[in-house]
């Protein structure tokens, strides 16, 4: 009987009211989080897209720079990202899954094995500015390579991608079940050959979805190659990876620099072709993963 | 080049070697348990001993044949003119390379075009004997190999080896990388402290490296202004921005949330962590600072400057939100379930239960997700560089303009002065710093996540 006037008396429903406002408040305050998270994203999207749709057209995308900004165009940037891109992808992904396929199934366990867990894991923390640095004084300054060139480039963003590829790469092996290398070595495999014919190849689609959105990274990577000189006045698309080059996120970086208003809707049709460019790779990583994600 | 040429000549003897050796193995072969490793495996051999020899020794020609062109074009009468300065003399040397290479290219030295032609003879004859010898080197290695195709031979356990020595040599690419970004970092910023003594840099507050010349050159490479403007932008405006914004929305989408929901909102969420930094520098000195100006000014504030500590750190703050929100949410999802359920069935509400039993069983996870997002905000380049501004200040004004070490690096390395100036060097110094304290960051924030794991596993 006491207890249910308890719950009954009007001081306990008031202390329930209150507390069930509090509930309410607090679910709100999480929308209300997301909601302004995305609304930001919203806005800067809006932004770039109401002042750089307009300057989309085929001038734009086959153009090189220019002082002027109506006939200054990307193609000469977008074809040095290419290169660039090129360069990183052959270095650091091979280099990556060797890495990742020695450190995951052949490593044994000592001091020197610890030490390259451990700067892998912090290199994949390092600043991308940092990593620029090292650039400017191993690739430049110590080997002389050309300055402001896709090669050098390549080979600071790859390095800066490389801990990506072996992280997101070591999960990818690890999560292959032990039964099929038992199954391998069972039937006569070696070591190597039970990870090379039939670890490597499932582990394959985690590899690739771990080097796209490495590679989309470095594609949207500006500071590193701020620092190796990549920020030519570049009128000629580059011939090769030797040649002085320019990068889509650079451009973008020199355009904002430009006082010429016009320069704004270049600007922001630049970011507008790099954020195609980013969604299409991301979106590619989700397919293959969901195309290819076995639930062992 | 001919020396270029050898290289595809080499692949191709490599080529023929797979197949011959491979071929002879299946000659060999009389049936099962016959050999000890399949044909492939002594293709792989040969190719192996063809392709590797001749390729350290293609590397170490190329290396050794510059100082070899050198010396010859010095024995040519015409080199006596040359100039005696060590200097100077590489700088002609350069040119007649250059000439060499390209005969149109012009020359700043009359010397240089004559001796251009001894150069073109050198360098024919050098890489001349370089093909040469790289072309021996193969053959040989190709004839070894080839004698080793015999029907015990274990070719598999050979070429596994090899294997594996290039899986080790790939990972260990890591700690060269380490390696290289501390010893770079170390030996520039050793050259700067020759200059400026450390503790004036680490403990100084004037930072004018423009000005810095002679004996007051320790007044002007003060860092702590940038120290101050890196903490106050990425560790304070950001974090304030990112903490609560971060943690809410993972609360909101771990605890409230359909799964429907959650499975749409997280990624669109995580694209704000895939959009570049630049496009986000953009977005601030377009959109977001001017508007910050004009409301500073509507509120009253005199002169408010169009670049301000407080748009780059609110942009960046948005960067870093899905960063804490997915580290906020493994620690959330860490927390045994058993834990929030009893808090419910004590008739707690889910708020009450979140507050009192869940935030304060993952704080360490969630302390550690901050400190890493500071680290990345403190690293973090474009959005400084396009918002934050150049003058070095001391101030906890947020509508100031203020510079991080980050922008100082940039600018101490974008601009055409000599390399081994002062100048430049520092940018070497600042790296060093920002380098360290990164590394404290993730390792103390590594090892809080490790324990924390543990604790409830």
Not at chain 2, 210 to 223: E, M, P
């Given at each position: 009987?006491?207890?249910?006037?308890?719950?009954?008396?009007?001081?306990?429903?008031?202390?329930?009211?209150?507390?069930?406002?509090?509930?309410?408040?607090?679910?709100?305050?999480?929308?209300?989080?997301?909601?302004?998270?995305?609304?930001?994203?919203?806005?800067?999207?809006?932004?770039?897209?109401?002042?750089?749709?307009?300057?989309?057209?085929?001038?734009?995308?086959?153009?090189?720079?220019?002082?002027?900004?109506?006939?200054?165009g990307i193609w000469s940037a977008a074809k040095g990202s290419i290169l660039t891109m090129l360069v990183t992808l052959l270095l650091s992904f091979p280099m990556g899954v060797l890495a990742a396929i020695y450190l995951e199934e052949f490593a044994p366990r000592s001091r020197w094995i610890e030490l390259v867990e451990v700067s892998i894991n912090n290199l994949a923390a390092v600043p991308s500015i940092i990593f620029g640095l090292l650039g400017l004084a191993v690739f430049i300054n110590t080997l002389n390579l050309p300055r402001s060139s896709p090669l050098v480039g390549g080979l600071t963003l790859a390095l800066m991608t490389m801990p990506v590829i072996?992280?997101?790469?070591?999960?990818?092996?690890?999560?292959?079940?032990?039964?099929?290398?038992?199954?391998?070595?069972?039937?006569?495999?070696?070591?190597?050959?039970?990870?090379?014919?039939?670890?490597?190849?499932?582990?394959?689609?985690?590899?690739?979805?771990?080097?796209?959105?490495?590679?989309?990274?470095?594609?949207?990577?500006?500071?590193?190659?701020?620092?190796?000189?990549?920020?030519?006045?570049?009128?000629?698309?580059?011939?090769?990876?030797?040649?002085?080059?320019?990068?889509?996120?650079?451009?973008?970086?020199?355009?904002?620099?430009?006082?010429?208003?016009?320069?704004?809707?270049?600007?922001?049709?630049?970011?507008?072709?790099?954020?195609?460019?980013?969604?299409?790779?991301?979106?590619?990583?989700?397919?293959?993963?969901?195309?290819?994600?076995?639930?062992? | 080049?001919?020396?270029?040429?050898?290289?595809?000549?080499?692949?191709?003897?490599?080529?023929?070697?797979?197949?011959?050796?491979?071929?002879?193995?299946?000659?060999?072969?009389?049936?099962?348990?016959?050999?000890?490793?399949?044909?492939?495996?002594?293709?792989?051999?040969?190719?192996?001993?063809?392709?590797?020899?001749?390729?350290?020794?293609?590397?170490?020609?190329?290396?050794?044949?510059?100082?070899?062109?050198?010396?010859?074009?010095?024995?040519?009468?015409?080199?006596?003119?040359?100039?005696?300065?060590?200097?100077?003399?590489?700088?002609?040397?350069?040119?007649?390379?250059?000439?060499?290479?390209?005969?149109?290219?012009?020359?700043?030295?009359?010397?240089?075009?004559?001796?251009?032609?001894?150069?073109?003879?050198?360098?024919?004859?050098?890489?001349?004997?370089?093909?040469?010898?790289?072309?021996?080197?193969?053959?040989?290695?190709?004839?070894?190999?080839?004698?080793?195709?015999?029907?015990?031979?274990?070719?598999?356990?050979?070429?596994?080896?090899?294997?594996?020595?290039?899986?080790?040599?790939?990972?260990?690419?890591?700690?060269?990388?380490?390696?290289?970004?501390?010893?770079?970092?170390?030996?520039?910023?050793?050259?700067?402290?020759?200059?400026?003594?450390?503790?004036?840099?680490?403990?100084?507050?004037?930072?004018?490296?423009?000005?810095?010349?002679?004996?007051?050159?320790?007044?002007?490479?003060?860092?702590?202004?940038?120290?101050?403007?890196?903490?106050?932008?990425?560790?304070?405006?950001?974090?304030?921005?990112?903490?609560?914004?971060?943690?809410?929305?993972?609360?909101?989408?771990?605890?409230?949330?359909?799964?429907?929901?959650?499975?749409?909102?997280?990624?669109?969420?995580?694209?704000?962590?895939?959009?570049?930094?630049?496009?986000?520098?953009?977005?601030?000195?377009?959109?977001?600072?001017?508007?910050?100006?004009?409301?500073?000014?509507?509120?009253?504030?005199?002169?408010?400057?169009?670049?301000?500590?407080?748009?780059?750190?609110?942009?960046?703050?948005?960067?870093?939100?899905?960063?804490?929100?997915?580290?906020?949410?493994?620690?959330?999802?860490?927390?045994?379930?058993?834990?929030?359920?009893?808090?419910?069935?004590?008739?707690?509400?889910?708020?009450?239960?979140?507050?009192?039993?869940?935030?304060?069983?993952?704080?360490?996870?969630?302390?550690?997700?901050?400190?890493?997002?500071?680290?990345?905000?403190?690293?973090?380049?474009?959005?400084?560089?396009?918002?934050?501004?150049?003058?070095?200040?001391?101030?906890?004004?947020?509508?100031?303009?203020?510079?991080?070490?980050?922008?100082?690096?940039?600018?101490?390395?974008?601009?055409?002065?000599?390399?081994?100036?002062?100048?430049?060097?520092?940018?070497?110094?600042?790296?060093?710093?920002?380098?360290?304290?990164?590394?404290?960051?993730?390792?103390?924030?590594?090892?809080?996540?490790?324990?924390?794991?543990?604790?409830?596993?």
């Amino acid at each position: 009987m006491s207890n249910n006037s308890t719950f009954s008396s009007p001081a306990f429903a008031k202390r329930l009211a209150r507390r069930h406002a509090a509930e309410r408040r607090f679910k709100l305050i999480g929308l209300g989080a997301i909601v302004l998270s995305l609304a930001f994203l919203a806005l800067l999207l809006f932004i770039m897209m109401h002042n750089g749709l307009g300057g989309l057209n085929w001038n734009f995308l086959s153009g090189s720079d220019s002082t002027d900004p109506h006939t200054a165009g990307i193609w000469s940037a977008a074809k040095g990202s290419i290169l660039t891109m090129l360069v990183t992808l052959l270095l650091s992904f091979p280099m990556g899954v060797l890495a990742a396929i020695y450190l995951e199934e052949f490593a044994p366990r000592s001091r020197w094995i610890e030490l390259v867990e451990v700067s892998i894991n912090n290199l994949a923390a390092v600043p991308s500015i940092i990593f620029g640095l090292l650039g400017l004084a191993v690739f430049i300054n110590t080997l002389n390579l050309p300055r402001s060139s896709p090669l050098v480039g390549g080979l600071t963003l790859a390095l800066m991608t490389m801990p990506v590829i072996v992280i997101s790469g070591r999960n990818a092996i690890k999560a292959v079940p032990p039964s099929i290398r038992d199954a391998a070595l069972a039937v006569g495999a070696s070591k190597v050959q039970a990870v090379f014919h039939h670890v490597l190849p499932l582990a394959l689609p985690g590899i690739l979805t771990g080097t796209i959105i490495g590679m989309a990274r470095a594609l949207g990577e500006t500071a590193p190659l701020l620092m190796i000189g990549m920020r030519a006045f570049i009128v000629t698309p580059p011939g090769g990876v030797t040649d002085p080059s320019s990068v889509l996120p650079m451009q973008i970086f020199l355009w904002s620099d430009e006082i010429d208003k016009a320069f704004v809707q270049n600007t922001s049709a630049a970011i507008i072709v790099l954020l195609v460019f980013l969604l299409v790779m991301n979106g590619l990583a989700i397919y293959l993963r969901n195309k290819f994600e076995v639930r062992w | 080049m001919i020396l270029s040429g050898v290289l595809l000549a080499v692949i191709g003897l490599g080529l023929v070697g797979w197949f011959a050796a491979r071929g002879r193995a299946r000659l060999l072969y009389t049936g099962r348990g016959s050999m000890h490793s399949m044909p492939g495996y002594h293709g792989w051999h040969m190719a192996l001993w063809i392709l590797v020899p001749a390729l350290l020794a293609w590397s170490a020609w190329s290396m050794i044949m510059p100082g070899l062109v050198d010396g010859a074009v010095m024995a040519d009468p015409a080199a006596v003119q040359l100039p005696a300065g060590d200097m100077h003399r590489a700088a002609v040397l350069a040119d007649a390379r250059n000439l060499a290479a390209n005969p149109d290219a012009v020359a700043f030295d009359p010397l240089a075009e004559e001796l251009a032609k001894p150069m073109r003879a050198a360098q024919g004859r050098f890489s001349a004997i370089g093909a040469l010898l790289v072309l021996i080197v193969a053959l040989a290695g190709g004839g070894y190999g080839f004698t080793r195709v015999r029907a015990g031979f274990p070719a598999r356990t050979h070429v596994e080896r090899a294997i594996l020595a290039l899986l080790l040599i790939a990972s260990l690419m890591a700690i060269l990388t380490t390696f290289g970004i501390v010893a770079s970092l170390l030996f520039e910023a050793g050259l700067f402290f020759k200059d400026v003594s450390p503790i004036a840099f680490l403990t100084g507050t004037h930072w004018a490296p423009g000005n810095a010349r002679g004996v007051d050159i320790d007044g002007n490479f003060g860092a702590v202004p940038l120290f101050w403007g890196t903490i106050y932008i990425g560790a304070i405006i950001a974090m304030i921005v990112a903490i609560p914004l971060g943690l809410m929305s993972a609360i909101y989408l771990t605890q409230y949330a359909s799964s429907t929901i959650r499975k749409w909102v997280k990624p669109i969420l995580e694209i704000l962590a895939g959009i570049p930094t630049v496009v986000y520098g953009y977005f601030a000195a377009l959109t977001v600072a001017p508007l910050i100006r004009d409301t500073a000014a509507s509120l009253g504030v005199a002169n408010p400057s169009t670049e301000s500590a407080l748009a780059a750190g609110l942009v960046m703050g948005v960067m870093i939100i899905p960063f804490v929100s997915s580290m906020a949410d493994d620690a959330l999802a860490a927390v045994p379930r058993a834990m929030s359920d009893g808090s419910l069935a004590l008739g707690a509400t889910r708020s009450e239960t979140i507050k009192k039993v869940l935030l304060p069983a993952a704080l360490p996870g969630i302390v550690a997700g901050v400190m890493l997002a500071i680290s990345r905000a403190i690293g973090e380049t474009m959005i400084v560089v396009m918002a934050a501004g150049a003058s070095a200040r001391l101030s906890a004004n947020p509508l100031a303009s203020m510079t991080t070490v980050t922008y100082q690096i940039v600018q101490m390395l974008t601009g055409d002065q000599e390399f081994n100036s002062p100048k430049t060097l520092s940018a070497f110094a600042l790296g060093l710093v920002l380098f360290i304290v990164t590394l404290i960051l993730n390792i103390i924030a590594l090892r809080v996540v490790k324990r924390f794991r543990e604790a409830y596993e």
